[in-house]
Protein backbone atom coordinates (compact mmCIF):
# COMPACT_ATOMS: atom_id res chain seq x y z
CA UNK A 1 0.00 0.00 0.00
CA UNK A 2 1.14 3.28 -1.04
CA UNK A 3 1.02 5.80 1.81
CA UNK A 4 3.24 8.68 0.84
CA UNK A 5 0.70 11.22 0.81
CA UNK A 6 -1.30 10.05 4.04
CA UNK A 7 -0.29 12.32 6.20
CA UNK A 8 -0.12 15.92 4.32
CA UNK A 9 1.41 18.75 5.85
CA UNK A 10 1.28 22.37 6.27
CA UNK A 11 4.89 22.08 4.71
CA UNK A 12 3.28 23.29 1.34
CA UNK A 13 1.57 26.11 3.33
CA UNK A 14 5.13 27.33 4.56
CA UNK A 15 6.26 28.01 1.35
CA UNK A 16 4.07 30.65 0.16
CA UNK A 17 6.52 33.05 0.44
CA UNK A 18 9.07 31.55 -2.12
CA UNK A 19 5.79 31.35 -4.97
CA UNK A 20 5.87 32.59 -8.05
CA UNK A 21 2.65 35.66 -7.50
CA UNK A 22 0.00 35.99 -9.90
CA UNK A 23 -1.92 38.44 -8.25
CA UNK A 24 -1.43 41.18 -5.55
CA UNK A 25 -2.30 44.56 -3.86
CA UNK A 26 -0.20 47.31 -1.88
CA UNK A 27 3.14 44.91 -1.88
CA UNK A 28 4.53 44.92 2.14
CA UNK A 29 7.68 46.36 3.10
CA UNK A 30 11.19 45.16 2.17
CA UNK A 31 11.72 44.09 5.81
CA UNK A 32 8.92 41.32 5.17
CA UNK A 33 10.54 39.41 2.60
CA UNK A 34 12.94 36.91 4.11
CA UNK A 35 11.91 33.42 3.50
CA UNK A 36 14.03 31.27 5.47
CA UNK A 37 11.92 30.65 8.29
CA UNK A 38 8.82 29.08 6.05
CA UNK A 39 11.90 26.89 4.27
CA UNK A 40 13.42 25.33 6.84
CA UNK A 41 10.04 24.60 8.32
CA UNK A 42 8.74 22.66 5.03
CA UNK A 43 11.97 20.42 5.34
CA UNK A 44 11.75 19.52 8.89
CA UNK A 45 7.75 18.98 8.01
CA UNK A 46 8.07 16.91 5.44
CA UNK A 47 10.77 14.74 7.12
CA UNK A 48 8.56 14.17 9.67
CA UNK A 49 5.75 13.31 7.53
CA UNK A 50 8.03 10.70 5.93
CA UNK A 51 8.17 8.99 9.02
CA UNK A 52 5.03 9.04 9.50
CA UNK A 53 4.32 7.58 6.31
CA UNK A 54 6.88 4.96 6.83
CA UNK A 55 5.32 3.78 9.88
CA UNK A 56 1.97 3.48 7.80
CA UNK A 57 3.33 1.49 5.33
CA UNK A 58 5.70 -0.63 7.27
CA UNK A 59 3.51 -1.11 10.02
CA UNK A 60 -0.17 -1.80 7.51
CA UNK A 61 1.29 -4.07 4.91
CA UNK A 62 4.96 -4.81 5.67
CA UNK A 63 6.21 -2.30 2.85
CA UNK A 64 8.07 0.63 1.99
CA UNK A 65 6.47 0.98 -1.57
CA UNK A 66 6.27 4.86 -1.51
CA UNK A 67 10.52 4.83 -0.96
CA UNK A 68 11.18 1.86 -3.24
CA UNK A 69 13.76 3.19 -6.28
CA UNK A 70 11.10 2.33 -9.17
CA UNK A 71 9.59 -0.57 -9.69
CA UNK A 72 9.17 -3.28 -6.29
CA UNK A 73 9.41 -6.29 -8.05
CA UNK A 74 12.48 -5.64 -10.17
CA UNK A 75 14.53 -2.70 -8.82
CA UNK A 76 16.50 -2.79 -5.61
CA UNK A 77 14.52 -1.32 -2.71
CA UNK A 78 16.11 1.73 -0.84
CA UNK A 79 15.15 0.28 2.69
CA UNK A 80 14.94 -3.14 3.98
CA UNK A 81 12.48 -4.18 6.37
CA UNK A 82 12.85 -6.24 9.72
CA UNK A 83 10.18 -6.59 11.82
CA UNK A 84 11.09 -8.84 15.07
CA UNK A 85 8.97 -9.05 18.63
CA UNK A 86 6.87 -5.98 17.79
CA UNK A 87 10.06 -3.80 16.29
CA UNK A 88 10.51 -2.58 13.12
CA UNK A 89 13.94 -2.14 11.59
CA UNK A 90 14.13 0.02 8.34
CA UNK A 91 17.67 0.11 7.25
CA UNK A 92 18.61 2.30 3.99
CA UNK A 93 20.83 1.75 1.46
CA UNK A 94 21.69 5.25 0.93
CA UNK A 95 20.26 5.32 -2.49
CA UNK A 96 17.77 6.91 -4.32
CA UNK A 97 14.24 6.39 -2.76
CA UNK A 98 11.28 6.73 -5.09
CA UNK A 99 10.74 10.11 -3.83
CA UNK A 100 13.75 11.83 -5.11
CA UNK A 101 15.67 11.81 -1.74
CA UNK A 102 18.97 9.77 -0.54
CA UNK A 103 18.69 7.94 2.63
CA UNK A 104 21.00 6.05 4.92
CA UNK A 105 21.23 4.94 8.59
CA UNK A 106 18.16 3.03 10.24
CA UNK A 107 14.90 3.98 11.35
CA UNK A 108 13.08 1.98 14.48
CA UNK A 109 9.47 1.40 14.96
CA UNK A 110 8.68 -0.08 18.57
CA UNK A 111 4.95 -0.87 18.64
CA UNK A 112 5.66 -3.32 21.22
CA UNK A 113 3.02 -1.18 23.82
CA UNK A 114 0.06 -1.50 21.32
CA UNK A 115 -0.69 -5.12 23.04
CA UNK A 116 -3.20 -6.93 20.10
CA UNK A 117 -3.58 -3.54 18.49
CA UNK A 118 -0.34 -4.13 15.97
CA UNK A 119 -1.87 -2.36 12.76
CA UNK A 120 -2.34 1.64 12.63
CA UNK A 121 -5.98 1.16 11.85
CA UNK A 122 -6.21 -0.16 14.96
CA UNK A 123 -7.69 2.12 18.29
CA UNK A 124 -4.88 1.99 20.47
CA UNK A 125 -2.16 0.83 18.41
CA UNK A 126 0.90 3.10 19.29
CA UNK A 127 4.62 3.51 18.42
CA UNK A 128 7.64 5.26 18.79
CA UNK A 129 9.28 5.74 15.78
CA UNK A 130 13.42 6.94 16.11
CA UNK A 131 16.66 6.93 13.93
CA UNK A 132 19.97 6.35 14.35
CA UNK A 133 22.75 7.83 12.10
CA UNK A 134 19.80 8.65 9.28
CA UNK A 135 20.78 11.05 6.76
CA UNK A 136 18.40 12.61 4.20
CA UNK A 137 20.19 14.27 1.03
CA UNK A 138 23.15 13.92 2.74
CA UNK A 139 22.23 15.82 5.92
CA UNK A 140 22.09 14.36 9.40
CA UNK A 141 18.82 13.92 10.96
CA UNK A 142 17.36 12.67 14.44
CA UNK A 143 13.66 11.77 14.50
CA UNK A 144 11.53 11.43 17.73
CA UNK A 145 8.08 11.07 17.17
CA UNK A 146 5.11 9.01 19.02
CA UNK A 147 1.84 8.20 16.75
CA UNK A 148 -1.33 6.49 18.75
CA UNK A 149 -4.75 5.76 17.36
CA UNK A 150 -7.15 7.61 19.36
CA UNK A 151 -10.65 6.71 17.62
CA UNK A 152 -12.78 6.22 20.78
CA UNK A 153 -15.15 3.45 18.68
CA UNK A 154 -15.31 1.55 16.07
CA UNK A 155 -19.19 2.43 15.74
CA UNK A 156 -20.91 3.90 12.42
CA UNK A 157 -20.32 7.30 11.93
CA UNK A 158 -17.13 7.77 13.35
CA UNK A 159 -13.91 8.69 11.88
CA UNK A 160 -10.36 7.07 12.66
CA UNK A 161 -8.34 9.40 14.28
CA UNK A 162 -4.59 9.61 14.99
CA UNK A 163 -2.15 12.22 17.31
CA UNK A 164 0.96 12.42 15.76
CA UNK A 165 3.60 14.42 18.31
CA UNK A 166 7.01 14.92 16.83
CA UNK A 167 10.68 16.33 17.41
CA UNK A 168 13.03 16.90 14.18
CA UNK A 169 16.49 18.27 14.39
CA UNK A 170 18.31 18.85 11.35
CA UNK A 171 21.94 19.69 10.57
CA UNK A 172 22.25 22.01 7.73
CA UNK A 173 25.33 23.66 6.09
CA UNK A 174 24.15 26.76 8.05
CA UNK A 175 23.22 25.29 11.26
CA UNK A 176 21.15 22.83 13.02
CA UNK A 177 17.22 23.24 12.43
CA UNK A 178 14.92 22.41 15.52
CA UNK A 179 11.37 21.84 15.31
CA UNK A 180 8.37 20.16 17.02
CA UNK A 181 4.76 19.71 16.42
CA UNK A 182 1.58 18.28 18.01
CA UNK A 183 -1.00 16.95 15.18
CA UNK A 184 -4.16 15.22 15.29
CA UNK A 185 -5.10 13.17 11.94
CA UNK A 186 -8.53 12.32 11.08
CA UNK A 187 -9.70 9.99 7.91
CA UNK A 188 -12.84 12.08 6.96
CA UNK A 189 -14.34 9.53 5.37
CA UNK A 190 -14.23 6.69 7.25
CA UNK A 191 -17.67 5.83 6.55
CA UNK A 192 -17.09 5.21 2.97
CA UNK A 193 -16.49 1.45 2.24
CA UNK A 194 -14.15 1.59 -0.39
CA UNK A 195 -11.35 3.35 1.96
CA UNK A 196 -11.92 1.83 4.99
CA UNK A 197 -12.88 -2.29 5.01
CA UNK A 198 -12.98 -2.69 8.59
CA UNK A 199 -9.87 -4.06 11.09
CA UNK A 200 -9.07 -6.60 9.06
CA UNK A 201 -7.72 -5.15 5.71
CA UNK A 202 -5.62 -2.07 4.84
CA UNK A 203 -7.33 0.99 4.52
CA UNK A 204 -7.44 2.47 0.82
CA UNK A 205 -5.16 5.48 1.43
CA UNK A 206 -5.56 6.32 -2.37
CA UNK A 207 -9.35 7.22 -1.66
CA UNK A 208 -8.33 8.99 1.75
CA UNK A 209 -9.97 12.33 2.68
CA UNK A 210 -7.43 13.29 5.53
CA UNK A 211 -8.13 16.19 7.99
CA UNK A 212 -5.84 17.75 10.05
CA UNK A 213 -5.06 20.19 12.94
CA UNK A 214 -2.98 21.30 15.38
CA UNK A 215 0.36 23.47 15.60
CA UNK A 216 4.05 23.69 15.31
CA UNK A 217 7.36 25.88 16.17
CA UNK A 218 10.63 25.57 15.79
CA UNK A 219 13.80 26.98 15.40
CA UNK A 220 15.67 27.70 11.80
CA UNK A 221 19.19 27.01 11.36
CA UNK A 222 20.00 30.55 11.27
CA UNK A 223 18.36 30.91 15.27
CA UNK A 224 14.64 32.24 13.95
CA UNK A 225 12.39 31.23 16.12
CA UNK A 226 8.65 30.53 14.58
CA UNK A 227 5.42 28.95 14.77
CA UNK A 228 2.58 27.22 12.99
CA UNK A 229 -1.24 27.14 13.86
CA UNK A 230 -4.16 25.51 12.00
CA UNK A 231 -7.14 27.71 12.77
CA UNK A 232 -9.86 25.71 10.26
CA UNK A 233 -9.05 21.83 9.65
CA UNK A 234 -6.79 21.72 6.77
CA UNK A 235 -8.51 19.18 4.52
CA UNK A 236 -6.86 16.66 2.00
CA UNK A 237 -8.74 14.93 -0.66
CA UNK A 238 -6.22 12.09 -2.21
CA UNK A 239 -8.74 11.71 -5.34
CA UNK A 240 -7.44 15.21 -5.72
CA UNK A 241 -4.81 15.87 -8.35
CA UNK A 242 -5.52 19.20 -10.19
CA UNK A 243 -1.95 19.13 -11.70
CA UNK A 244 -1.88 16.41 -15.06
CA UNK A 245 1.83 15.97 -14.40
CA UNK A 246 1.97 15.05 -11.24
CA UNK A 247 -1.10 12.59 -10.47
CA UNK A 248 0.57 12.57 -7.42
CA UNK A 249 0.22 15.61 -5.72
CA UNK A 250 -2.79 16.57 -3.76
CA UNK A 251 -2.65 19.77 -1.87
CA UNK A 252 -4.61 21.16 0.55
CA UNK A 253 -8.54 21.91 -0.28
CA UNK A 254 -9.64 23.89 2.35
CA UNK A 255 -9.01 24.84 5.78
CA UNK A 256 -6.88 28.02 6.93
CA UNK A 257 -3.24 28.80 9.15
CA UNK A 258 -1.56 31.05 10.49
CA UNK A 259 2.52 31.11 9.82
CA UNK A 260 4.56 33.67 12.21
CA UNK A 261 8.36 33.72 11.72
CA UNK A 262 10.33 35.31 14.43
CA UNK A 263 8.28 39.15 15.75
CA UNK A 264 7.25 39.46 11.53
CA UNK A 265 3.49 39.49 10.73
CA UNK A 266 1.68 36.85 10.51
CA UNK A 267 0.84 34.90 7.56
CA UNK A 268 -3.31 33.96 7.14
CA UNK A 269 -3.02 31.08 4.38
CA UNK A 270 -6.61 30.25 2.59
CA UNK A 271 -6.59 26.71 1.27
CA UNK A 272 -10.54 27.44 0.43
CA UNK A 273 -9.75 29.60 -2.21
CA UNK A 274 -11.19 30.52 -4.44
CA UNK A 275 -13.78 27.92 -4.16
CA UNK A 276 -14.18 25.95 -0.77
CA UNK A 277 -13.09 21.87 -1.22
CA UNK A 278 -13.19 22.77 -5.39
CA UNK A 279 -9.91 20.51 -6.55
CA UNK A 280 -7.58 23.24 -7.68
CA UNK A 281 -4.10 24.12 -6.47
CA UNK A 282 -4.70 27.82 -5.28
CA UNK A 283 -4.56 29.82 -1.98
CA UNK A 284 -4.84 33.36 -0.62
CA UNK A 285 -2.27 34.42 1.84
CA UNK A 286 -2.76 37.41 3.23
CA UNK A 287 0.06 39.25 5.55
CA UNK A 288 -1.26 42.70 6.95
CA UNK A 289 -3.32 44.72 3.80
CA UNK A 290 -1.37 42.81 1.49
CA UNK A 291 -2.93 39.65 -0.61
CA UNK A 292 -1.43 37.45 -2.69
CA UNK A 293 -2.86 34.53 -4.88
CA UNK A 294 -0.77 31.71 -5.31
CA UNK A 295 0.01 28.35 -6.76
CA UNK A 296 0.63 25.55 -4.63
CA UNK A 297 3.61 23.70 -5.58
Not at 17 to 33: E, H, M, Q, W, Y
Not at 82 to 97: P, Y
Not at 210 to 221: D, K, N, Q, V, Y
Amino acid sequence: MKTKQLILSVAILTMVLSLSFIGCRKAPSVNDTDTSAATDNTLAEKTSNDATTMVQESSETGSTSSYRNGNENTLTTCATIKDTNKIITLTFSGGMCNDGHTRSGIMTIDYSQSGTNIYPRNPGFTCVVSTSNYKVDGMPVTINKTITNTTPNLNPGTNLTWTDNASVSIVKSTGTLSWTSNKVLTLLNTSDQTVYHGQSTSITWSKAIIGLTGSESGTTATGVNFTVNVTNQLVCDRNCSPNALHPGHHPFINGTLDFTPGSKPTRHVNFGYPNNGACDDQALVTIGTYTVQIILP
